[in-house]
């Protein structure tokens, strides 16, 4: 693999000059080289993405922009702003360049926001850190002034607005008002989509976009997201394992990539359409789905969903006009997150559920799982009935459903290594085995994912993020379940991990024919998994029916929508496809 720096890309007028930086971090297990030799530049105005693999080094490269990196870093080279070297200035001037010359937008606004200071406190406090003769009522204008042009509605009002009362997309939107109060020239934006549906995401993209072209913003974009690149990057530095391996403008990287990691790269980006390798979808379309139509609210094409040889299988999972209400306590009205909503889930099937944030596609699947009540309606799970369950007689039921959470970072107790982390549902349901029983199959699920045996005795936090997904799998599949929940398995991987992941999930499924109910915004990775398809709007399912009926040749407005606001790897297509989400945007 061949090594191409940013040289020839460079201009007298940068805003950002990256020069040979070299950083390598010291642990306990030695010396870490996650950057080696890189230089790049950013041009006013300009978007610059970093792509790459976990690991690749695309975020220690960002962090070395801002002097992020930790004590145990050992950095040589440059990274110079305005005319002065990160690497070598002192604390003092370090802080007064970030907001003022550099800004960060981190990858998860709930974590960058703290939940008990107001959002107007938040952003007002880099203004007081770098003006401190600064009025009350200028910092509040100021504020007010950076949340309209994030286009945060009713700001003024809203100033004292807390993070939790705000929707994932407007909290990324605050983050980015954060950035942009200080008037700063250059923002790295790490991965500052990942967490959002793609209407909300196509939104912050706009955002982004206005902001480049009417203030000469320039943005590095740490990604792995290339629907997201081709939307909106200028040029693209390809990263792998520290190295920087491919530099160029985003149309040729796309049409002509030379490098062989940039092709492998590319072709593991999920595409409406395909299918993976062993998938069921993949082999055949039974003659039953052929012949069914995608169907409206409250319709179900549930009957028509067969197995192989096209005989219809058992439904797993029946619901009928499910209603799920969540009280609004003492001077606040009931949510209504699930409306009516029919369908069926047969041995076997994978179905997908799409929908924006809030649409209740998780709301489902944990009222399927007993995690949350089911208010009105019908929804027998595995012959039992969810309305009105009670928990005793529903702990036998619950020991054939697998969960498989959308972060097990967050899902896995740190203190407990992986092994007792998979062990976890045999404690709860499998009392009668042995401790040596518990090892064994404890192995032989960790061999299932494939993960070496000596993972078990690992912490989570050891693991990277998709060896992390593994082990969910793992943990998932623990007791043999009939039914499978998986709620956004994939959405914080990059494009790579997550083909690798969405093969073992086919593998899985395929050996243990078990029936998945699976969640994701992802309406590229749903299309891939899934023999059938529903979409959700603010709780009501407006069609279902195969991926070719829905996302092919959608019925409902909204479904379009969400087809047209879906990012592709091809920066023509992008485009158009960028005007086509603008025109149908709901009123």
């Known amino acids: 693999m061949s090594k191409r720096n940013d040289t020839a890309a460079r201009t007298t007028g940068s805003i950002l000059d990256i020069d040979a930086l070299d950083v390598t971090f010291s642990t306990d297990g030695g010396d870490v080289h996650a950057v080696k030799d890189v230089s790049l530049s950013v041009s006013p105005g300009e978007v610059l993405a970093i792509v790459g ?51 960060m937008v981190f990858q998860e606004p709930s974590t960058a926001l703290n939940p008990v200071y107001t959002v107007g406190w938040q952003i007002a406090e880099g203004l007081r850190a770098h003006d401190r003769k600064a009025s009350r009522a200028e910092l509040k204008a100021r504020v007010v002034a950076a949340m309209k042009q994030v286009g945060i509605p009713d700001a003024e009002n809203r100033f004292d607005y807390y993070p939790h009362q705000f929707s994932g997309g407007q909290k990324q939107r605050i983050v980015i008002a954060m950035a942009l109060a200080l008037g700063a020239k250059l923002i790295v934006a790490d991965e500052p989509t990942t967490a959002l549906d793609v209407t909300v995401q196509a939104e912050i993209l706009d955002l982004l976009r206005e902001l480049r072209d009417e203030t ?47 092709r492998e790269l590319l072709a593991a980006v999920p595409r409406i359409g395909s299918t993976v390798v062993g998938s069921r979808k993949a082999a055949a379309t039974s003659a039953g789905e052929a012949s069914a139509g995608a169907t409206s609210a409250g319709e179900t094409s549930a009957s028509t969903a067969s197995a192989g040889e096209g005989e219809v299988r058992e439904s797993i999972v029946t619901a009928r006009d499910l209603d799920i209400v969540y009280p609004g306590g003492i001077g606040r009205s009931d949510f209504h997150a699930v409306k009516k909503v029919s369908f069926d889930i047969r041995a076997g099937e994978v179905y997908g559920l799409v929908g924006e944030s809030g649409s209740g596609k998780t709301t489902i699947g944990r009222a399927i799982a007993g995690l949350t009540r089911a208010s009105g309606g019908s929804l027998s799970v595995l012959g039992h009935e969810m309305v009105g369950f009670k928990e005793r007689a529903f702990s036998k039921i619950r020991r054939r459903i697998g969960f498989v959470f959308q972060d097990p970072a967050a899902s896995f107790n740190p203190h407990l290594t992986i092994g007792e982390c998979i062990a976890e549902p045999f404690a709860i349901h499998r009392r009668e085995l042995s401790a040596a029983d518990r090892s064994k199959r404890v ?101 279902e029916g195969t ?13 379009k929508r969400l087809i047209a606001s879906l990012p592709v790897p091809d920066p023509a297509e992008q485009a158009k496809r960028r005007e086509l989400a603008r025109t149908l945007r709901t009123p």
């Open 53 to 103: 693999e976990s690991g690749s080094g695309k975020t220690v490269t960002a962090r070395s922009i801002l002097g992020l990196l930790p004590e145990t870093a050992q950095r040589s080279g440059a990274v110079v702003i305005s005319g002065q070297n990160v690497l070598s200035v002192s604390a003092e001037q370090l802080r007064s360049m970030r907001g003022s010359d550099v800004a």
């Open 547 to 559: 991926g070719e009926q829905v996302l092919g040749a959608p019925r409902e407005d909204y479904t």
């Open 443 to 543: 192995r032989e699920l960790l061999d299932s994912v494939q993960l070496p045996n000596e993972y078990a005795s690992r912490y989570p936090h050891e693991l990277s993020g998709g060896q992390r997904q593994r082990a969910s799998l793992a943990r998932g599949l623990a007791l043999d379940p009939e039914l499978l929940i998986a709620d956004e398995p994939t959405s914080a991987l990059d494009v790579s991990v997550q083909a690798k992941v969405l093969e073992l999930f086919v593998e899985l499924q395929n050996r243990f024919d078990f029936a998945a109910l699976f969640i994701s915004h992802d309406l590229a990775v749903v299309d891939m998994l899934s023999d059938r398809i529903g979409v959700l709007f603010h709780g009501e399912l407006l069609e």
């Open 216 to 262: 000469g913003t320039a943005i590095v974009l740490i990604t792995h997201n290339m629907g997201v690149v081709a939307d909106l990057a200028d040029r693209v530095a390809v990263m792998f394992r520290g190295d920087l391996v491919e530099v160029s403008s985003v149309e040729q990287l796309f049409s002509d990539p030379q490098e062989q990691y940039t």
